[in-house]
């Protein structure tokens, strides 16, 4: 889940050459632009990541218009998401950095066409974990924690997330990103083309990947059919290696997402991660969405980031890709 609107301290308040009115700093591993002066070094600031929605009721929202928050580029600057003074808030001394306040200012996340998936059977089962990365901005801790630790680093692709798996019946389930749909579905329709192959392997592996091609969110790779990429392989209980996962969907002819590195040893600065993730899309002559980064042998962790079934992984996403699809 995403935080959306929180307390944060914000750092590194810096000067932006030529720009008068306003400077760039972070907070957690985003770089924010704020106005000149409106803070001082480790002030607690109400932070609103992108794809916030802001009530227009609030005066001090209206300026923003319903709108999403959005990455922008100013003066050259990436800057993600939008700082208030804490004191915005009622009885502001009560707060303390990582409270979240999404519901406290009425805040909504902008959620693009997704959930309105045609021949829907079900909710996704509760016993599979969905497949939400967290945000490499959100993580300086972890990274500190595992610098240096071997990594696999694979493209992000973006179309539309799908779960399925044979059973002993041999007969095929299929999941949308949060639904369970029924055979008359395209996401049905396309699994169906890789069920000779999950033949190949025990019945009950989960296979999720992402759906990409005609049709999903815009063709970005211009693909002239719809494909399958598998990024996660599990069992009913846990997730297979990424060794055994790379065996096991190469015996049932389903192809990987594109592997960029298979052996990567992990930086703990979020800047040179996002450096990492921009150029050119593996699939099409497009900039990619950017990278998922997992430890080669899985990690698991006590869970305060909402990793799926606590397992280390994250996504870094490519500004590149957000500004030129106004994300
Ligand atoms: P946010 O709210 O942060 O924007 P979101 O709900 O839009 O998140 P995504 O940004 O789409 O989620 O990121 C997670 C999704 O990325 C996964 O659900 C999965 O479908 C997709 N994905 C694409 N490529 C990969 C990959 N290589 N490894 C893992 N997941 C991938
Ligand atoms: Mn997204």
């Not at 994250?314 to 994300?327: E, G």
Request: charged residues 25%.
């Amino acid at each position: 889940m995403r935080k959306l609107v929180s307390v944060q301290k914000i750092k590194n308040i810096q000067d932006i050459q030529g720009a008068d009115k306003i400077q760039q700093a972070k907070v957690l591993g985003y770089h924010v632009v704020i106005k000149k002066g409106e803070f001082n070094d480790g002030d607690l600031v109400v932070y609103c990541e992108t794809d916030t929605i802001l009530p227009k009721d609030n005066p001090l929202f209206a300026f923003l218009e319903e709108k999403p928050i959005k990455t922008r580029k100013m003066r050259g600057v990436v800057a993600q998401g939008i700082c208030f003074p804490v004191n915005i808030l009622e009885n502001y001394q009560q707060y303390k950095e990582g409270d979240i306040v999404t519901d406290l200012v009425n805040a909504k996340k902008y959620e693009p066409d997704f959930n309105n998936i045609n021949n829907v059977e079900g909710d996704f089962p509760n016993w599979i974990p969905k497949t939400d990365e967290t945000r490499v901005q959100d993580l300086e801790g972890v990274l500190k924690k595992y610098k240096n630790t071997e990594c696999v680093i694979t493209e992000k692709l973006d179309g539309s997330s799908i779960t399925f798996w044979l059973d002993d019946n041999d007969e095929l389930h299929v999941c949308s990103r949060n639904r369970i749909v029924d055979n008359n579905s395209c996401f049905y329709k396309i699994a169906s083309q890789y069920k000779e192959g999950l033949k190949n392997i025990p019945r009950n592996i989960i296979i999720q990947g992402e759906l990409v091609g005609t049709k999903i969110q815009s063709n970005k790779y211009k693909l002239n059919c719809k494909e399958i990429f598998a990024f996660n392989v599990r069992g009913f209980g846990d997730y297979f290696s990424f060794k055994q996962s790379v065996g096991l969907l190469k015996l049932a002819n389903i192809p990987t997402v594109p592997i960029l590195n298979n052996s990567y040893y992990l930086s703990d600065d979020v800047d040179e991660l996002v450096q990492m993730s921009k150029g050119q899309s593996t699939l099409g002559n497009t900039p990619k969405e950017g990278i998922v980064i997992r430890p080669k042998r899985d990690i698991y962790v006590n869970n305060n980031y909402s990793f799926a079934d606590g397992r280390l992984s994250f996504k870094v996403i490519n500004p590149d890709f957000l500004l030129k699809y106004h994300l």
